[in-house]
């Protein structure tokens, strides 16, 4: 079993509607999880962080935690072709270590 | 400008060379991280630096020699290179429990 897991996809989203990408993970003390998207032939950047249980918002952006499910993760409200991309989970396991073991990612295309 | 760089962008090489990729970031940040990408995969830790002088291996660190003698310098040397080498390489920073910044990658090929 991978340490984390993502549907590699493709997921495909018809405009305006609500992406919903998810990562499951396997040690339990993992303390922090991240979403980085990564455009094609472009390096990775962090769009969410969340570090307890329950949801966070970020514009169109809300990333979902539940460590007693081991399951994070993130949706896109009001998708826009410019969401197309791939999407990287990344999860560290605990205070004080820098270490980030990333899920192979999930191809989303948002379809105008 | 600050941030992080890499180079080369891109390289060819053959079988058995030699092979180092710069990384070079403006942030001050005491940790640096080497990635390599391949589909299937995501992002696999190479090795990582926690400061100058200060490095450790991650989860694919066969073939791989890593250095830090300043803090905003990590290059990553292929010994002899092979072609399950092939891949891209990505170099980021960051501080404790901060965010990785990454930088633009390096796309190899071994022929």
């Known amino acids: 079993q991978k340490e984390v897991e993502q549907n590699s996809g493709p997921l495909s989203v018809p405009e305006g509607a609500i992406a919903s990408l998810n990562c499951t993970y396997s040690d339990r003390v993992s303390q922090s999880f991240f979403w980085y998207r990564q455009y094609s032939g472009k390096s990775p950047e962090l769009i969410m962080s969340i570090y307890s249980n329950g949801d966070k918002e970020d514009g169109r952006f809300t990333a979902q935690l539940n460590k007693a499910s081991q399951y994070v993760s993130l949706l896109i409200r009001d998708s826009q072709p410019s969401d197309s991309a791939t999407y990287l989970c990344?999860?560290?396991?605990?205070?004080?270590?820098?270490?980030?073991?990333f899920g192979q990612g999930t191809r989303l295309t948002i379809n105008p | 400008d600050a941030g992080i760089t890499q180079s080369p962008r891109y390289k060819i090489t053959e079988t058995g060379r030699q092979v180092t990729l710069m990384c070079h970031q403006t942030w001050s940040h005491s940790y640096m991280f080497w990635y390599r990408q391949d589909l299937g995969h995501g992002l696999r830790l190479i090795y990582y630096?926690?400061?100058?002088?200060?490095?450790d291996k991650g989860e694919v660190s066969d073939g791989y020699v890593v250095s830090r003698s300043k803090t905003e310098n990590f290059p990553l040397t292929l010994e002899s290179a092979t072609r399950s080498q092939t891949s891209v390489y990505f170099c980021?920073?960051?501080?404790?429990?901060?965010?990785?910044?990454f930088g633009p990658g390096t796309r190899l090929l071994v022929l």
């Open positions: 990344a999860v560290r396991r605990n205070q004080g270590a820098q270490k980030l073991v």
């Open positions: 980021a920073s960051s501080e404790l429990e901060e965010t990785q910044y």
């Open positions: 630096s926690a400061a100058a002088d200060i490095t």
